[in-house]
């Protein structure tokens, strides 16, 4: 069992930034991928990034590549979701979740465990 906890969701001006964590605790957190996802209001709940277990590999949305930066801290099991250049379609409730799978990162249906998600609102 993995349990998942986001923070950091917040309201921002279309520009601005904000930072995401998800800390994870339970079964071992290195043998995980990670991802995060959001899903707007009426909508499906789209991947947005991903990370390899060792960290070592990353995959964006096209939406949000060159604007959002995923990395992970072994050391405090957290997963961060730095984004920046923020505009009005990023809002959403942003969650995380952790897979088993070593590939296809962008593949809801294969992650095991999911937080409750963070608010992100993003005025224009």
């Known amino acids: 069992q993995v349990q998942l906890a986001e923070s950091g969701g917040g309201l921002v001006q279309a520009g601005g930034s904000l930072r995401l964590s998800c800390a994870a605790s339970?079964?071992?957190?290195?043998?995980?991928?990670m991802g995060w996802f959001r899903q707007a209001l009426g909508n499906e709940r789209d991947f947005v990034a991903g990370?390899?277990?060792?960290?070592?590999?990353?995959y964006y949305a096209d939406s949000v590549k060159g604007r959002f930066t995923i990395s992970r801290d072994h050391a405090k099991n957290t997963v961060i979701l730095q984004m920046n250049r923020l505009k009005p379609e990023d809002t959403a409730v942003y969650y995380c979740a952790v897979t088993s799978s070593p590939s296809r990162l962008d593949l809801r249906l294969l992650y095991n465990y999911w937080g409750q998600g963070t608010q992100v609102t993003v005025s224009s």
């Open positions: 990370i390899s277990w060792s960290g070592g590999l990353t």
């Open positions: 339970g079964r071992t957190f290195g043998s995980w991928s």
